[in-house]
Nanobody, 127 residues
Framework: QVQLVESGGGLVQAGGSLRLSCAAA????????MGWFRQAPGKEQEFVAA????????HYAGSVKGRFTISRDNAKNTVYLQMNSLKPEDTAVYYC????????????????????WGQGTQVTVSS
């Protein structure tokens, strides 16, 4: 079982930055692929970024590529999402997720493929 807790959300002006963290409880976290998703009011949940268990494979949604960076520190059981040049359209609840497949070198971009989810953290970008 993996428990995920996101933090780092908040209110920021357009052009600003935030770093989200996702802390995992569970010995097997470091072996799982991870992902970040977001959901804005009235919209479906959308993929943001994903990272393989080793960090060797990374993928971003086109809307955030070049502005967001996903990373992980397996020694700290934490995955990060550094968000720069934020835009009002980035406003959403951000969720981290873990896929319960150990040592898989690939990544997953569909929310239905993930097994464990955090409670989400709100990010609001003002114009």
């Amino acid at each position: 079982q993996v428990q995920l807790v996101e933090s780092g959300g908040g209110l920021v002006q357009a052009g600003g930055s935030l770093r989200l963290s996702c802390a995992a409880a569970g010995r097997t976290f470091s072996s799982y692929p991870m992902g970040w998703f977001r959901q804005a009011p009235g919209k479906e949940q959308e993929f943001v970024a994903a990272i393989s268990w080793s960090g060797g494979s990374i993928h971003y949604a086109g809307s955030v590529k070049g502005r967001f960076t996903i990373s992980r520190d397996n020694a700290k059981n934490t995955v990060y999402l550094q968000m720069n040049s934020l835009k009002p359209e980035d406003t959403a609840v951000y969720y981290c997720a873990a896929k319960g497949v150990k040592y898989y070198s690939g990544i997953y971009i569909s929310p239905g493929e993930y097994d464990y989810w955090g409670q989400g953290t709100q990010v609001t970008v003002s114009s």
